[in-house]
């Protein structure tokens, strides 16, 4: 008790001198953004510390917003041993800031308390102030913030504006920095999907970190008002939890600033961590995807709305995207996300018909292509449609190519062609370049599950499909694996919980499969039931009801229902080559006869598949 700089808070004894903190003689790991804001509390003690005067205390002139500053005082009250609903150290002051409600005592000079706890507080400022001029002003060196890892994860952005009403525009400010730092080919950047689930959480960042397996965290807010934006981003070390950099961002909305914004975030990033290589230069008005501000507010929407691939959401997103293009014919990107919002929607994520959807969804594809031969996005999901609803294998093997050399590491859709046409080694190889450039990606994990449960290698499926434990469709691969060896107990309680959680037809169907395989008639019969009763109300592709009939052993039923799902064109029709349940027919005249009209092995389709070029994408 007798060290200098020392203090009592009730049972810790703090030395704001060394930064150490004990409990009962037991050292407390503390990371020092939390020791730092712990010692302005202890400084202003028993006052209140308004949000504005922590923030400027502990960060200087670098803005903050307020959910980060709650987010420390979390951190700060879990390294304590606190419980926010029964504070023993640190109170809130509802919309006014926080207070330290322990006495404070000096534990050298108890009877000159005061002077002392003054003293320390005028060093402690001083430090402080002295730090913060020195942390923005100094250039960031390996031997100041020593990063051992080069994989960066950008968190979902806080929307701060009045009604909160701009949720999807800080979407699109998080995927448009997405999008410029995997331009760095120092550093592996984690997809949207892999940290979706990070979205107003209550887990630290360094627990965040450790989950999705980085070093670097990018967390930011927008604040839009009065036909102004201010963006927020932070860089954070996450393994000491401390601010590599910070700025605030506050301009007229427009076009050119926001596209300036995220480009010098983008450049600051790649200096602060000395990455040799540099993100493109900022774009000129000229080359932005658009310079019409509502345009762009509508794409922002229609791509928001296109993630959550719900029935509901992705109609929204066609309205919104349609929309945007009305407002600006030449955004190609827009055009673009047109066209996935509505291939979402042929497939279980929107129910519908694919007549109805997959031949506007190619319309918006070559349009953006008109636009920007360039787009690898674009190029992509017009490779997607000419395999998924078109079947002319050869022409979209073609696209797929130009694609993935627009973009080296677009594969994920070559690999689910190449595994279609059952080139599984040729798909292993395209999906390992992107688990090799992707090592912590949920997403790509998820889509090499299905590519190595497809070539029959299924620990590796199993392998993949536990690395993308977020990602939603990870049971499924999970389930499937297991079945297909033997693990029947297993793959039936995998099946059930993601019937539970995702009630719709293809985890219906999936179940009742299952039970059918293992022996489980009453079960299966339960299911199939519930599956043909949504059938009745929705459109339910008859290729998903049919693997059942199959999996019951009803076989000439399934074959009746597999020519009613090439009639309407069917997605799943596709995999049929390596879907499992179709592999005691390897040689029925019926299989052998989907075969040729679906176009595998070199033949063309016998059903009519419409593929002509279109300049503009026009609807009737």
Known sequence: MSEKGQVRVDDLVIDLDHQSLKRNGESIEMPDLSFRLFS?????????????????????HIVVSDETLAQRVRLLRQSLGEDSQNPRYI??????????????TTSDFEDQGNRRLWVLGI?????????AIWWIGSELNESQ?????????????TDLSPGQNYGYFADGMQEELLTRLTKLKSIEVLSRTS?????????????????????????????????????????????????????????ELSMQSIFSIQQEVAEQIAQTLKLEDKVLKAAKPGEMPTDNLEAYDA???????????TPKDLALAVAFLKQATSLDPEFAEAYTALGWAYSFLGTSYGKQRPADVYPKARQAALTALSLNSELANARSLYADILTWYDWDFVAAEREHLKAVKLDPLNVLGYALFLSTQQR??????????????????????????????????????????????????????????????????????????????????????????????TGHLVEGEQV???????????????????????????????????????????????????????????EDPRYLDLIRTIGFQGSKPSVPGPNAPVKRFTED
């Open 40 to 60: 302005v509390l202890i400084r202003h003690a028993p006052h209140n510390v308004t949000k504005d005067d922590l923030i400027n205390e502990v960060w200087g």
């Open 91 to 104: 109170s809130s002051v509802r919309g006014r800031g926080y207070r330290l409600i322990c006495e404070v």
């Open 123 to 131: 060093a402690t400022a001083a430090f402080l102030a002295g730090f």
């Open 145 to 157: 913030f020593p990063i051992e890892t080069t994989s960066i994860a950008v968190l979902p952005f």
């Open 195 to 251: 940290v979706e689930n990070y979205r107003a959480t209550k887990l630290s960042l360094p627990e965040i970190a450790k989950a999705v397996g980085v070093g670097l965290i990018i967390e930011g807010s927008v604040r839009i008002a009065e036909d102004r934006v201010r963006i927020t981003v932070q860089l954070i070390d996450a393994k000491t939890d401390r601010h590599l950099w910070a700025e605030s961002f506050e301009s």
């Open 299 to 309: 794409f922002l929407l229609g791509r928001y709305h296109t993630f959550r691939q």
């Open 424 to 517: 599984h080694d040729e798909a292993i190889r395209e999906i390992e370049k992107r688990l090799k450039a992707y090592p912590n990606d949920s997403y790509t994990h998820v889509n090499a599950g299905w590519r190595f449960f497809s070539a029959r290698l299924y620990d590796r499926a199993i392998e993949e499909a536990t690395l993308a434990k977020d990602h939603a469709d990870a049971r499924s691969v999970l389930a499937f694996a297991n079945l297909e060896m033997g693990r029947s107990e297993l793959a039936i309680e995998l099946f059930e919980l993601d019937a539970r959680q995702r009630e719709n037809p293809q985890q219906l169907a999936n179940l009742a499969h299952a039970y059918f395989r």
């Open 528 to 586: 199939l039931g519930r599956l043909l009763s949504a059938a009745d109300k929705e459109f339910v592709s008859p290729a998903v009801i049919a693997s059942v009939y199959f999996a019951a052993d009803r076989a000439d039923e399934g074959f009746v229902l597999l020519q009613e799902a090439v009639a309407v064109r069917a997605r799943e029709m596709i995999f049929i080559q390596v879907d499992h349940i179709f592999d005691e027919y390897r």
